[in-house]
Nanobody, 117 residues
Framework: QAQLVESGGGSVQPGGSLRLSCEAS????????VGWFRQAPGKGRDAISC????????YYADSVRGRFIISRDKFKDTVYLEMNSLKPEDTAVYYC??????????WGQGTQVTISS
């Protein structure tokens, strides 16, 4: 069964870093653009970053631009989201999807990121 699996979340202090991974099961990410999204408690699911199939095109929401870096490893068939200078407002469940917008996306279980001192 084709599905996406997110990992790498955790609990860190403000200013810390985490690297999230998005892997596919049952298909290859190589043929898809991949987006990262997050959903904070009581809020909607927002797009925060996206990478094109060739990795030559990237997108960042204003809230994360300059702090987060999206990348993909073709050989590991994995898309990463490196998150730096984390803030309490980055606390959310993070999801990846094979598209850059949330509408109609197929979601994995997500990975929890908690930023707290």
């Amino acid at each position: 069964q084709a599905q996406l699996v997110e990992s790498g979340g955790g609990s860190v202090q403000p200013g810390g870093s985490l690297r999230l991974s998005c892997e596919a099961s049952g298909f290859s990410l190589d043929f898809w653009e991949v987006g990262w999204f997050r959903q904070a408690p009581g809020k909607g699911r927002d797009a925060i970053s996206c990478i094109g199939r060739s990795a030559g095109t990237t997108y960042y929401a204003d809230s994360v631009r300059g702090r987060f870096i999206i990348s993909r490893d073709k050989f590991k068939d994995t898309v990463y989201l490196e998150m730096n200078s984390l803030k309490p407002e980055d606390t959310a469940v993070y999801y990846c999807a094979t598209q850059c917008t949330p509408e109609g996306a197929h979601w994995g279980q997500g990975t929890q990121v908690t930023i707290s001192s």
